[in-house]
């Protein structure tokens, strides 16, 4: 019997940094996952990988708990049939993100030692389309200045929006009574903002998704992006190698089995044995001594060897039966809520040619329009030329499009070693309305076909065809209703935000927070450790003081 | 770590170098052997160390190994895939009185061929060659090559170790001629060492050092980040990483409102 004081299972980013943390703190973890990959929904996958992660979803019949959850989190999978050669060379991550450069992730991979590990670039071009172009978004005073499209006018209330944008506005006269306006509407009245350039500092610098969206998360969005810029570079935002969050994911893994964390990936959980309570407290030690009792006992796939921990944190998809709250024995997933926004549409797609921005300021050049997109082709050199980016789209930007959402793209290449030479993903996600009809497919082609309409290609050419596409659909997780009823040494670990921008830094503040709560469940067991916790986090006095200071 | 202490970062050539090999064979003690050569003061090894350094001076050039050891994932076959990223060089350890251990460092080599970057410089370590060979350093009867494997909680096995009392030759499973045989076969660099006793230790990588291809690895890093863990080396790839630990002063196209 192998005694550890915590058992985590599942390899997604959040369990990996709380994995890490508690490691690091002195907690012996075992780290398990079913899946044979790190990373869970977050994972970076090899073409192979996600053809399997693909097909094993996708294929109905499921005898196992943890497929029957994940099929009910991805209801719609359709992908290439054939896997492309080089397989192993690509990247392609599940969870696309762009990691600001000042924020939680990036403090917690650099004090936890896990910034060494992997690789990161910056994010080249943010570009938003509009008329069938894509056009580089302004993100700064200084792209403000130079930019040749904006008149002088409109300049300033740009350039005075962007100063309010980065200052401490919580208490301003600007937003007072405003903070629940939807903020394309906000940046129209209170800053005389034509639409189009509403539309890009809400969409693209903000990265709203939807029109509605309120004004003081989106203009706080702003300010942490605009502190961030500079860091690295000019832009507020990085890109990891290999896929990202999937390989980050690993480089916590890797701190915590450095900490002495044991680590098992490809084997499911049997069996939870709850020892019963009058035994544990008989053997429970005054403080100060080491734990020798063990609340649970889980018994693995192909193992002879039996865990056993005093408490558990599980990703939902991955919680045992026996630790869920007992009353309903089957959990009905619940009736859609009335909200209006239940799901991620998903495309993945890998081309074979280079694609390039409208380059703006110089009015006349060879561009033609077309319905549904068009072609800019550069005039001279690459000076155009994209391999890590993302394009946005706000809402009804695109014939055929979305009216009511923003969709988001986002574009690696080789400089993110997420593909071999001469080859790019392209990643497509769309926020999904209740009611709506159709396939992701459906919604998402236009879109697809508007960015390889960005390949440079002469007219007489065939449209260019992706080598290789998936599309799925993700079911966002009602908000953390699973705690209810549990036993409270049993946690779930809250799903991660779906949006490009938001992920990274909303799932180490998620983390950070699990690692506290875990801190308190092992409490009650009479740790030792838990005095004196050091944490991987600098301490809250410094992030706080990001935010506030000025 | 130590490796702030170089001055000429320039000039020297980082390199990659992962570990593998079963449980107990002494990994760990051999990289202590290769590392704490260089650094006396510094014996007590970093527990939780993210990599370990070592600088290697051939001819006019400084190599820096970055050397990975596996943390404990590969007892469950949990090694993840960025273990073997951007890997230039590998070292395959093996236990000469336990004859599985040739077999699980077999299995190594094929899951590098497949995970690790085509042109990796793999070395075969048959380590505890003390406890086979007389030899004048070996002082006492109890202790082997793991003395110093305290570096890693999660790779250290005590107690697996056969002792070194007994008759020397009797304890080799592993004949150097069939391990050799193996070596030459598989492409692999071959030594049989003892991190007890420093034989053959400095050799592995050395001669790891004189197969590197430097030039190739200087044309892939240079502009980079210089870290091969986190640059990368892909042929061809433009190096345009960011170093997340360093914090320049906001150049001057950046925003500062």
Request: net charge negative; with cysteine.
């Given at each position: 019997m192998e005694c550890v004081d915590v058992i985590i299972l599942g390899t997604g980013l959040t369990e990996s940094i709380t994995a890490a943390a508690l490691s690091k703190a002195g907690f012996k973890v075992a780290h398990i996952d079913v899946n044979p990959y790190y990373g869970s929904n977050e994972a970076s996958l090899s073409v192979d990988e996600l053809v399997q992660w693909a097909t094993e979803r996708s294929s109905g019949d499921h005898d196992d708990a943890y497929l029957q959850a994940q099929a009910a989190t991805f209801p719609y999978i359709s992908t290439s049939a054939s896997t492309l050669p080089q397989s192993r060379q690509y990247a392609i991550s599940l969870a696309p993100s762009i990691i600001p450069s000042i924020g939680p992730l990036i403090s917690s991979l650099i004090s936890s030692g896990v910034a060494r590990y992997g690789g990161y670039r910056l994010l080249e071009r943010v570009g938003i389309y509009e008329s069938g172009k894509v056009r580089d978004v302004p993100g700064s005073k200084e792209d403000v200045f130079k930019n040749k499209d904006i008149s002088l006018v409109d300049k300033r209330r740009l350039m005075r929006f962007l100063v309010f944008a980065a200052s401490e506005f919580e208490d301003s006269k600007e937003l007072a009574g405003k903070g629940d306006v939807p903020f394309v509407e906000f940046l129209r009245a209170t800053f005389s903002l034509k639409d189009n350039l509403a539309s890009v500092i809400a969409y693209a610098l903000a990265f709203c998704v939807v029109a509605s969206e309120p004004t003081l998360p989106a203009l706080r969005r702003i300010r942490s992006y605009l502190r961030a810029g500079g860091r690295y570079g000019s832009s507020p935002f990085l890109v990891g190698h290999y896929g990202g969050a999937g390989e980050i994911a690993q480089g916590f893994c890797r701190v915590a089995a450095v900490a002495g964390g044991i680590y098992i990936l490809g084997k499911r959980v049997m069996a939870v044995q709850t020892v019963p309570p009058n035994t544990s407290v008989d053997a429970q030690p005054t403080s100060g001594e080491p734990v020798t009792s063990f609340k649970y006992t889980v018994e693995l796939e192909d193992l002879p060897e039996k865990l056993s921990c005093n408490v558990i944190i599980s990703s939902a998809d991955l919680l045992p039966p026996e630790l869920r709250p007992s009353a309903p024995t089957h959990v009905e997933p619940p009736e859609l809520p009335v909200v209006d926004l239940t799901g991620m549409l998903r495309c993945i797609a890998i081309i074979d040619s280079p694609m390039y921005f409208?380059?703006?300021?110089?009015?006349?050049?060879?561009?033609?329009?077309?319905?549904?997109?068009?072609?800019?082709?550069?005039?001279?050199?690459?000076?155009?030329?994209?391999?890590?980016?993302?394009i946005v789209f706000p809402p009804a930007s695109l014939p055929g499009g979305s009216t009511s959402s923003s969709v988001q793209a986002m574009i690696t290449g080789e400089s993110s070693m997420s593909t071999p030479s001469g080859k790019w993903i392209i990643y497509i996600s769309m926020l999904c309305c209740v009611g709506t009809t159709g396939t992701p497919e459906t919604m998402l082609n236009p879109y697809l076909e508007a960015i390889l309409g960005l390949t440079v290609s002469a007219p007489t050419d065939p449209p260019l065809k992706p080598l290789f596409t998936t599309y799925y659909s993700q079911v966002l997780p009602a908000a953390d209703t699973l705690h209810d009823g549990l036993d409270p040494s049993v946690l779930v670990s809250p799903s991660p935000q779906p949006f490009l921008s938001e992920i990274s830094d909303s799932t180490a503040d998620k983390a950070e927070a699990l690692f506290w709560k875990a801190i308190s469940a092992l409490k009650s067991f009479h740790y030792p450790q838990v005095d004196g916790i050091e944490a991987i986090w600098p301490s809250d006095t410094v992030q706080e003081g990001e935010d506030q200071d000025e | 770590m130590a490796e702030s202490a170089s001055g000429s970062a320039d000039k020297s050539v980082q390199v990659k170098l992962v570990l593998l090999g079963e449980a107990a064979v002494g990994k760990s003690s051999v990289v202590l052997r290769f590392v704490s050569n260089e650094f006396q003061a510094n014996k007590e090894p970093t527990i939780g160390a993210a990599f370990l350094t070592q600088k290697c001076r051939l001819e006019d050039r400084v190599l820096r190994y970055e050397i990975w050891d596996t943390a404990?994932?590969?007892?469950?076959?949990?090694?993840?895939?960025?273990?073997?990223?951007?890997?230039?060089?590998?070292?395959?350890?093996?236990?000469?009185?336990?004859?599985?251990?040739?077999?699980?460092?077999?299995?190594?080599?094929?899951?590098?061929?497949?995970?690790?970057?085509?042109?990796?410089?793999?070395?075969?370590?048959?380590?505890?060659?003390?406890?086979?060979?007389?030899?004048?350093?070996?002082?006492?009867?109890?202790?082997?090559?793991?003395?110093?494997?305290?570096?890693?909680?999660?790779?250290?096995?005590?107690?697996?170790?056969?002792?070194?009392?007994?008759?020397?030759?009797?304890?080799?499973?592993?004949?150097?001629?069939?391990?050799?045989?193996?070596?030459?076969?598989?492409?692999?660099?071959?030594?049989?060492?003892?991190?007890?006793?420093?034989?053959?230790?400095?050799?592995?990588?050395?001669?790891?050092?004189?197969?590197?291809?430097?030039?190739?690895?200087?044309?892939?890093?240079?502009?980079?980040?210089?870290?091969?863990?986190?640059?990368?080396?892909?042929?061809?790839?433009?190096?345009?990483?960011?170093?997340?630990?360093?914090?320049?002063?906001?150049?001057?196209?950046?925003?500062?409102?």
């Open positions: 409208a380059v703006s300021s110089q009015t006349p050049q060879g561009s033609r329009s077309e319905e549904d997109g068009s072609t800019s082709l550069p005039d001279d050199n690459s000076h155009g030329k994209i391999d890590t980016a993302v | 404990g994932q590969e007892r469950f076959h949990s090694l993840a895939p960025m273990y073997y990223r951007n890997a230039q060089a590998a070292v395959v350890v093996y236990d000469v009185t336990k004859a599985s251990s040739l077999e699980k460092a077999k299995s190594w080599v094929k899951e590098l061929q497949r995970q690790a970057n085509p042109n990796i410089v793999i070395a075969l370590a048959g380590n505890k060659v003390d406890l086979v060979l007389p030899s004048p350093s070996t002082s006492g009867t109890g202790s082997s090559s793991e003395s110093e494997d305290e570096a890693d909680d999660a790779t250290a096995t005590p107690g697996e170790t056969p002792g070194a009392d007994g008759q020397p030759e009797s304890l080799r499973q592993v004949p150097r001629e069939e391990a050799q045989a193996y070596a030459s076969e598989a492409g692999l660099l071959f030594f049989e060492t003892s991190a007890k006793t420093g034989e053959g230790v400095v050799e592995i990588f050395t001669e790891i050092a004189k197969k590197i291809p430097i030039e190739h690895i200087l044309a892939s890093t240079r502009g980079g980040a210089g870290r091969p863990g986190a640059a990368g080396a892909r042929p061809g790839a433009r190096q345009e990483g960011v170093n997340l630990e360093e914090n320049p002063a906001k150049s001057k196209d950046a925003c500062n409102c």
